[in-house]
């Protein structure tokens, strides 16, 4: 019985495209994903109460944050996932409780996960 390798997930954001963007400097790079690191918690927190709330405008400017700090990770599927989110509460969709927001919360974990390997690991 031939054994096969698990396929490797890919990472949930380009460290060196952000690093790039920000001309190599590792201690800004540092301060934006430990900035992120405690502002998504807060996000998503925003958006599941301004579910429970009925308020489009919060949840809206909510996910539109998260996408905006996604995309400058280079994170581009957890940007994708806040972007189905916000063009949801764009459209009125006030009751997500589906694959959306499920996916954007596990692609939010997904990304603190490499988040945390990558400032506890190697520059």
């Known amino acids: 019985m031939a054994c096969t390798a698990p396929e490797l997930e890919p990472p949930a954001f380009d460290a060196s495209d952000l690093l790039r963007q920000l001309a190599g400097d590792q201690e800004l790079m ?17 958006i599941h109460e301004a579910l429970n709330q009925h308020d489009q405008t919060v949840l809206i400017r909510h996910a539109h944050t998260l996408k905006g700090s996604a995309r400058q ?19 009125g969709v006030l009751a997500l409780g ?18 945390v390997a990558k400032l506890e690991g190697p520059p």
């Open 30 to 46: 540092k301060l934006i994903l430990q900035t992120f690191r405690s502002e998504w918690p807060r996000r998503l927190a925003g």
């Open 98 to 115: 589906g694959s959306d927001l499920d996916t954007l919360e596990w692609e939010l974990r997904r990304l603190d996960r490499d988040i």
């Open 73 to 91: 990770l280079s994170a581009t599927d957890a940007a994708a996932a806040s972007a189905r989110v916000e063009h949801a509460a764009r459209q």
